[in-house]
T-cell receptor, first 113, second 113 residues
Framework: QKEVEQDPGPLSVPEGAIVSLNCTYS??????FMWYRQYSRKGPELLMY????GNKEDGRFTAQVDKSSKYISLFIRDSQPSDSATYLC?????????????FGRGTQLTVWP | DTGVSQDPRHKITKRGQNVTFRCDPI?????LYWYRQTLGQGPEFLTY????????KSRLLSDRFSAERPKGSFSTLEIQRTEQGDSAMYLC?????FGDGYTFGSGTRLTVV
């Protein structure tokens, strides 16, 4: 069993839809959670990060962490065709000192006009 | 801040040859990371440096792989006696010691034929 599990999709939604992306993890020591977006043939770019259980909002994006269930989510509101990309969850057991990150395999999202 | 730069962008090599990749991090970032990503998978950790010191290496980093960061600035990743299974995207990232997340480069795509 991998330490971070993520459904690879693909996920296809119409423009304007609410998108829900999820990851589960097995290591209870994980304390710092991130979401990256990766366009084809590009490096990942950081979207959001959060430490604790609860919600964090940034524009159209909301990150949610439930440590008791070892489950994290990313919600995208009013999705746009430019949101079409692969979304990677990442986490570590060292907090803001970063170090090694453990990534999910990514969920491929397509938003069609 | 010109971002993380990786060179070359693409490399095609014959099995058994040695290859070397270069990464130039963001200048004020102390930490530099190498990851490998294959199609449909998330990035897998290889190694990371803090300044010139190599702090952690993955078991994935066999004795055919070596990474250096001699002056705490740019880094090189060398793969000796390449195998077809080495075909992947090699991603470099950098960060501060305490930070929100990594900044990734666009990667070097290696194809071993």
């Amino acid at each position: 069993q991998k330490e971070v599990e993520q459904d690879p999709g693909p996920l296809s939604v119409p423009e304007g839809a609410i998108v829900s992306l999820n990851c589960t993890y097995s290591n209870s020591a994980f304390q710092y959670f991130m979401w990256y977006r990766q366009y084809s043939r590009k490096g990942p770019e950081l979207l959001m990060y959060t430490y604790s259980s609860g919600n964090k909002e940034d524009g159209r994006f909301t990150a949610q962490v439930d440590k008791s269930s070892k489950y994290i989510s990313l919600f995208i509101r009013d999705s746009q065709p430019s949101d079409s990309a692969t979304y990677l969850c990442a986490m570590n057991d060292r907090g803001s000192t970063l170090g090694r990150l453990y990534f999910g395999r990514g969920t491929q999202l397509t938003v069609w006009p | 801040d010109t971002g993380v730069s990786q060179d070359p962008r693409h490399k095609i090599t014959k099995r058994g040859q040695n290859v070397t990749f270069r990464c130039d991090p963001i200048s004020e970032h102390n930490r530099l990371y190498w990851y490998r990503q294959t199609l449909g998978q998330g990035p897998e950790f290889l190694t990371y440096f803090q300044n010139e010191a190599q702090l952690e290496k993955s078991r994935l980093l066999s004795d055919r792989f070596s990474a250096e960061r001699p002056k705490g600035s740019f880094s090189t990743l060398e793969i000796q006696r390449t195998e077809q299974g080495d075909s992947a995207m090699y991603l470099c990232a950098s960060s501060r010691i305490f930070g929100d997340g990594y900044t990734f480069g666009s990667g070097t795509r290696l194809t071993v034929v």
